[in-house]
């Protein structure tokens, strides 16, 4: 996860214990320098653009949590502003706003959300696909059907109106789910791989080119919750879409979930039979989403 996503964590943290003196005493000089040095560059091109907007990469670099790369191959070059990253710096830039105890720095942080909202919604909104740009440059603008975009809905401050974020969850859905986790890549497109296996070539070749992974279901699962406004028909939705799982528990690495699976039918297992972040993003999914609302009905 990218240094914006320590805000994230610092953010969850906050729900589960309200500690702001924690944060204001041991967090906030750190949560300030992630920001200023996203501002002013750092290495590898990351720094902030003239529209507030982070850009990052150079030719030969892979930054995102789509890193494969085989000898000189980068299977999935996002040189330029990913969808994910700008999400994650507008809800950091949102949180320390927040927290901010002095009145020029809330103003400051609150300004640069703005901008960074504004030129978010006109520079990645994809019109024809009804969904997100993955990554865009000065050159192009990447058009694959890829679920870094669910990180825009499901995050505590998202920048998207509610209609918006619901054609996000839509094409999502009709596109990348595949029922233990969401595809790298949307079958549709011709790069995709529906099956991970063989020597190092093929699996890399497959890692973010159509394979599912376990922990984009738990943002999907919050995403699809938000966007229908917590309504008993999504609490309803959520407890199925998680329903599978429990027959993986039983099923390959007893007791745990895979990393990653085929992203064509039947969805087999592979990778790491034990993956953290699979494991966490389901749990905490499962908690906030299902549990949560089971306990505030009783």
């Known amino acids: 996860m990218p240094l914006c996503g320590y805000f994230y964590a610092v953010q969850n943290n ?4 309200e500690d702001y003196s924690f944060v204001q005493d041991h967090l906030w000089v750190t949560m300030r320098e992630i920001i200023h040095y996203y501002r002013v560059g750092t290495r590898f091109g990351i720094a902030m653009d003239r529209d507030g907007l982070i850009k990052a990469g150079t030719p030969g670099l892979q930054l ?9 191959w980068v ?17 950091a830039l949102m949180l320390m ?3 901010a105890e002095n009145p020029d720095q809330q103003k400051e942080y609150s300004k640069l959300a703005v901008t960074v909202n504004r030129n978010f919604l006109s520079l990645f909104w994809n019109e024809e696909k009804q969904c997100f740009f993955d990554v865009v440059d000065d050159a192009n603008k990447d058009g694959r059907v890829r679920p870094n975009q669910i990180i825009a809905v499901s995050l505590p401050y998202s920048a998207l109106p509610q209609k918006m974020a619901r054609a996000v969850v839509k094409r999502v859905f009709e596109e990348l789910y595949a029922v233990y986790g969401l595809r790298s ?15 190092q070539y093929h699996r890399d070749g497959a890692y973010h080119q ?17 966007v229908f406004d917590y309504s008993p028909e999504s609490f309803l939705t959520a407890r199925l879409l998680l329903a599978p ?4 528990l ?10 990653i699976f085929d992203g064509g039918h039947p969805f087999t297992p592979r990778g790491c039979f034990a993956q953290a972040w699979g494991v966490a993003e389901i749990l905490r999914c499962y908690l906030e989403d299902v549990e949560k609302e089971k306990l505030l009905n009783l």
């Open 75 to 91: 299977v999935t070059p996002r040189q330029g502003k990913p969808v994910e990253i700008n999400a994650l710096w507008y809800n």
């Open 14 to 17: 906050l729900a589960y214990t």
């Open 210 to 226: 159509g394979t599912a992974w376990s922990w984009l279901l738990g943002h999907f699962v919050t995403a699809y919750r938000k």
């Open 245 to 248: 799982m429990k027959d993986h």
């Open 64 to 72: 995102t949590w789509m890193d494969a790369k085989v000898g000189d």
């Open 97 to 99: 706003s927040e927290l």
């Open 185 to 199: 890549l949307s079958p549709q497109d011709q790069q995709f791989q529906r099956h991970y296996g063989g020597d």
């Open 250 to 259: 039983r099923d390959h690495g007893v007791g745990t979930i895979s990393e």
